[in-house]
Every structure is written in C-alpha cells, then in structure tokens.
C-alpha cells in the first residue's frame, strides 16, 4: 500500500481540464512543500513534471500546474491533449528518516 | 539523449546478489545526489535510497525494506552509479531506474531502467 493516495483513474475529452488529487499526511504532503509529479507512459521512465508544489521544469507545458491545501495536493491538466494519457505519481519529501513517499499512481485516459 | 543508463539486471535466485550500475554523462555526476528506485510490475514507485554527493559528505540512506541488504555506491572518476543488491528476496523484483534527486526533494532525471527479477 502506498504511503500517498491517488485516484487509479482519471478521464477527460480533449480540451477539457482535469485534476488529480494525492493525500498525505502531516508528515509529508502537510509538512513540507516538495510536493513532486512524474508522467510514465508504457515502458517508458518517468519525468518530471512539477516539483515544489507549483514548479514547472524547463520544456513542460504549461497547461500542466500544481497546488497544495493542507495534507492534499493536485495536479491538474488544462486543454487535455491526447499526448497526456499517461499514468501520474505524487511524491512528497517526508523527513530525515523516511525521506521519500510515492503515491500509486493516476491513469489518466484522455477520451 | 539519456543522460542515465542503467545495465546489469537479469534473473536471479532468492537469496542471491546482483549488482546494477548507471552511467551517467551531460551532467556534473560528482556534484548531484544519486537515487534508486523501482518499480515491481503493474504497481507504483518506491524510493530505494540515495547517496549525497562526496562534497555533501558521500553518505547514503535506505528504505526500511533494502537496509542492510542493499548498497549504493558511487564512482565520480567513471560518472558512474552502483546498487548492490543481496539476500535477494522476491519481493526486490522490479524495473530499478536510477535517478538525479535534488536533496530527495524531487528527481529531475530518470534512466530508462534494468529489470530485476527473482524467482527460482
């Protein structure tokens, strides 16, 4: 079981907007903001898509944004394109002794 | 082009060792902090370990379910990353991606992954 939890599915129609949530707890969602998300597509490695709750790496569109309420964070995919269907991870920093907690990950089919 | 490349997974018997390596090139490896983490098939992500950079002091850190079976090491002349892997246990099966963090804050580059599988 994963520390953080994600829906397993998510779906939108081109254009449409949709967001995916990832909760935690106070020791790492709630307590820190180094809230990141990855996009896998099959058989490929993840990357990077928001790091610190709100960043965008050089390259990622910016229909892509993150934020953060209390233990929970979102991701959400605004003008969903057909590109974006992909599994989404969360990952939180959670302290000096646990470090790093993943969420299960969202399918996002685009419809 | 990749700037991780894992090599080094195959099968192996419960109980035994392997060791993965990552190359790594585009970067400065002797300044990043390195990572691994798997995948096990059809599930999510977990964190492995890391190590600090020698400048941040070269010290690792593992996951509850790796420590003190797992090793990560590095060798900065070669930009090369290891992970040795022993008292391999079925529960280790997996794709291992080896990953630039930023503090474990966040992983900002990923390799393509080696798979690991454990099975008699």
């Known amino acids: 079981q994963s520390a953080l939890t994600q829906p397993p599915s998510a779906s939108g129609s081109p254009g449409q907007s949709v967001t995916i949530s990832c909760t935690g707890a106070?020791?790492?969602?709630?307590?820190?903001?180094?809230v990141s998300w990855y996009q896998q597509h099959p058989g490929k490695a993840p990357r990077l898509m928001i790091y610190?709750?709100?960043k965008r790496p050089s390259g990622v569109p910016d229909r892509f944004s993150g934020s953060k309420s209390g233990n929970t964070a979102s991701l959400t995919v605004s003008g969903l394109q057909a590109e974006d269907e992909a599994k989404y991870f969360c990952?939180?920093?959670?302290?000096?002794?646990?470090?790093?907690?993943f969420g299960g990950g969202t399918k996002l089919t685009v419809l | 082009e990749v700037p991780l490349v894992e090599s080094g997974g195959g099968l192996v018997k419960p109980g035994g060792s392997l060791r993965l390596s990552c190359a790594a090139s585009?970067?400065?490896?002797?300044?990043?902090?390195m990572s691994w983490v798997r995948q096990a098939p059809g599930k999510g992500l977990e964190y492995v370990g890391h190590?600090?950079?020698?400048?941040?002091?070269?010290?690792?850190d593992y996951a509850a379910p790796v420590k003190g079976r797992f090793t990560i090491s590095r060798d900065d002349s070669k930009n090369t990353l290891y992970l040795q892997m022993n008292s391999l246990k079925t529960d280790d099966t997996a794709v291992y991606y080896c990953?630039?963090?930023?503090?474990?804050?966040?992983?900002?580059?990923w390799g393509q992954g080696t798979l690991v599988a454990v099975s008699s």
């Open positions: 990953s630039r963090n930023y503090r474990t804050y966040y992983f900002d580059y």
């Open positions: 585009g970067f400065t490896f002797s300044h990043a902090w």
């Open positions: 190590i600090k950079s020698k400048n941040d002091g070269g010290t690792t």
């Open positions: 106070s020791s790492d969602v709630g307590g820190y903001n180094f």
């Open positions: 610190e709750v709100t």
């Open positions: 990952s939180s920093y959670a302290g000096s002794n646990n470090f790093v907690v």
